[in-house]
Each structure stands twice: as C-alpha cells, then as structure tokens.
C-alpha cells in the first residue's frame, strides 16, 4: 500500500504505519487502522489526490476478498478430509496392494511381494538386503513377462542359513534383450488393521508398517 502523498503526518500517524502488533505483514484489520489514521493525521491545507484514495480503497476491498476466500478454501479442506478420513476408515480389515521394498520374515514364515515390469524382462535379479543395508542374497528370477508376477524367497541366506524374523528390503535389476533397463516396481498385499490420521496425511497400518493412502495401488475384500 502507498502511504506517501498524503500530505504531512503527524508522529501519532508514523506511530500506526509501524507492524501491529509485532506482526511482518498487514491483515485487514490493520490496514483498516492505518488507512483512518491517515485520514486523521492529514494536512488539511494539502490537496488529497483522489486515484490515491481509491486506488488504498480497492486494495482493502481486495485485501478483504482474499481472506474472505481463504476462510472459504480453509473450510472445504476440513470437510474433504473429513470425508477421506470417514472413506479410509471403511478400508479396516481389507486386503491392499501397496508399492512397497520391504518383505518380513514373521515367526519363520517370509512375506510374498509382488513385482510389477512395464515391460518383458530377459533379465530379473533380486537382491534382499537386512536392517543393516547388507546383502543377505541375490536371486536371478531369469526371464519375466511383463506385468506381475510373485517373488518368492525362502527365508535363507546365500549359504542357506535360515535368517531371523524382521524386515528386509529388497532391490530389483531388470533389463530387456537389448541389455536396456526394464521398469520395475515391488509392491505388497497385506490386510489393513487400523487406519491413522496424522498431521493431515492418512496411514494404513497394515502387517506392522504405515503406508500413506496414495502409495495404495489396489482394494480387495
């Protein structure tokens, strides 16, 4: 806002020109404030130049307009949550596919993921990695069609020890007959045991892990 050609101001009047309250930026309220002690605290003997007036006018007036819209915007995302929440909520006890690297072992028995090629692959290695980052072993699942298909592991290292409970992430290398790289992604179908709303993101919890809504690719009874 240009607060300059209004003639001279007294201190009182610079006084309000300052941050109300401390804050950066001015809201409606204040602006109201500033733009009447101008009105005020003018020079009666100067010539008030009416563009001015009416251009502080009109942004008030749009000032007002944008908050207006903002309380507007503010209310329809409450309510969408609401309803997504109220959506997920119906999602307990289902089964979902969810983009996911990671396959448990849990009291001996090992986790199937599901591996998803965008194309055929000559060439598909699996390399399962445990909580420290370090190869446990590496698969060659040899040629694969696109689409998906299952990863099965036996639970066992590449010197056929059996590895304890936990989770394992897992990296795919796929690569089609001219030796170029085939996309690939590994997902999970786990069923969902409770659903949690934090910081306005929605989470499954589904075989121990929180998955956000959108990493959800499929529902299924």
Not at 43 to 58: A, E
Not at 101 to 119: E, H, P, S, T
Not at 164 to 179: C, F, H, L, R, S
């Amino acid at each position: 806002m240009d607060v300059t050609g209004l003639g001279t101001t007294s201190s009182a009047a610079a006084a309000s020109q300052k941050p109300v309250g401390g804050l950066k930026s001015l809201d409606k309220d204040s602006f109201l404030m500033l733009l009447v002690a101008q009105l005020k605290n003018q020079d009666p003997s100067s010539t008030q130049d009416p563009n001015q007036m009416v251009q502080q006018i009109t942004s008030f007036s749009s000032l007002e307009t944008l908050q207006n819209n903002n309380k507007l915007l503010e209310g329809i995302q409450a309510q969408n949550l609401g309803i997504f929440q109220a959506q997920a909520a119906g999602m307990v006890g289902k089964m979902v596919k969810v983009a996911s690297n990671q396959m448990d072992i849990k009291n001996g028995q090992v986790g199937v993921m599901g591996l998803d090629l965008a194309g055929r692959a000559t060439s598909v290695t699996v390399t399962i990695k445990d909580k420290d980052n370090k190869i446990v072993k590496a698969m060659d699942l040899g040629s694969k069609p696109m689409g998906t298909t299952a990863v099965e592991w036996d639970g066992k290292d590449a010197k056929g020890n059996k590895m304890p409970d936990g989770t394992y992430t897992v990296e795919v290398k796929a690569t089609d007959a001219d030796g170029k790289e085939v996309q690939a992604a590994t997902t999970s179908r786990l069923k969902v045991d409770s659903v949690v709303f934090a910081d306005g993101v929605i989470y499954l919890m589904a075989g121990g892990h929180r998955f956000p809504l959108t990493s959800v690719n499929e529902v299924s009874a």
